[in-house]
């Protein structure tokens, strides 16, 4: 029987229903996954407290995982049963068994775990569509990545040190600081401590910032702007801390004729030919060494109100799975 985590009824960790369901066969174009681990993301909690609008009551949280396929539907001709594989799909991924379209898998490299890939769908290729596509991070870039000791953020600097990037980052206490060094910034505020703009503008000497890559939102939002250079991209790509609320067009224009965008993943990976360039990429950065997963926390599946927990207080660093 497959058991699977599902929300009747949004709200806090209490939501999260660990219960049995029926899973059908794959059908037509589909691929059966038995899931290995599962990826642990904040738009988890976006959908159970109903940030993030789900399509209908019961759902399966959940974006990323990875696993082995154990049956395939029929015109499925490039996945075969014991395949390693890996996905960002649709909510669903908090389960042990799912079923799921054949062209939204890749194929695991042998020196990547299941762990690794489960990790890397979806905080993997939001990085690499962040640092590659939505600004192209090139030697010499001033760039300011938000939550660095975070799952996105670990990755984010180690990829952007890698392209030659000065990387600044901000986090909430002395031991994540320490992380984000050593995963590659040039310099770490505590914003709990410090005013992140005052200090930007002390390590730039007032040349700011080319790019601010901020996934936290509502708190850290009015000081990205003035970190900015003239002309540079504010890039807002989550909500830890809630919502950006509105505002108007014209502060762009205040803080130096500012870009400003809210990408999602989806965008980036639309096509197939979209998805493979991005997981090679990414793929290769692990193989070479470019970048180094931190795995840092592990929760049984049955176990992921903890998780979210821990996940909303903070007391995560890197990124963090479950384990069905």
């Known amino acids: 029987m497959t058991k699977a985590v ?34 642990l993301n904040f738009i988890d909690v976006y959908f159970r407290t109903g940030l993030y609008k789900a399509p209908g009551l019961p759902f399966i949280p959940g974006n990323e995982a990875a696993g082995e396929v154990v049956a395939v539907g029929p015109g499925v001709t490039n996945f075969h049963p014991g395949d390693r594989v890996a996905y960002y799909y649709n909510l669903g991924a908090y389960a042990t068994e799912r079923n799921i379209p054949a062209d939204k898998l890749v194929k695991l490299p042998d020196h990547i775990t299941y762990e690794q890939g489960a990790v890397l769908m979806l905080k993997g290729l939001t990085v690499w569509y962040l640092l590659h596509k939505t600004f192209k991070v090139e030697p ?67 040349e700011l910032c080319d790019v601010v890559y901020d996934g936290v939102g509502k708190t850290t939002f009015p000081g990205s702007l003035s970190c900015i250079k003239p002309r540079g991209l504010f890039v807002s790509f989550g909500n830890a801390s809630g919502p950006v609320p509105p505002f108007a067009l014209s ?30 990429a990414l793929f290769s950065a692990i193989i070479e060494g470019t970048l180094h997963i931190q795995i840092n926390h592990a929760y049984a599946l049955k176990d992921v109100a903890k998780a979210h927990i821990d996940l909303e207080s903070r007391a995560t660093t890197g990124a963090s799975i479950l384990k069905p």
């Open 6 to 39: 599902r929300v009747h009824k949004v709200g806090g960790p209490e939501a999260l229903v660990y219960e049995a369901i029926d899973l059908p066969e794959p059908g037509t174009g589909e691929v059966r996954i038995r899931q290995h681990a599962v990826g």
């Open 140 to 206: 010499g870039h001033r760039v300011l990545i938000h939550a660095a000791a975070g799952g996105i953020g670990l990755l984010a600097c180690q990829w952007a040190k890698a392209l030659g990037a000065n990387v600044i980052g901000t986090v909430g206490s002395k031991a994540k600081a320490d992380i984000a060094l050593a995963a590659g910034c040039d310099h770490v505020i505590i914003y709990t401590q410090e005013d992140f703009v005052a200090r930007i503008k002390q390590i730039s000497r007032n």
């Open 251 to 280: 502060e762009l224009n205040n803080h130096g004729s500012l870009f400003a965008t809210r990408p999602k993943l989806n965008d980036y990976i639309s096509k197939r030919s979209e998805l493979i360039e991005g997981a090679d």
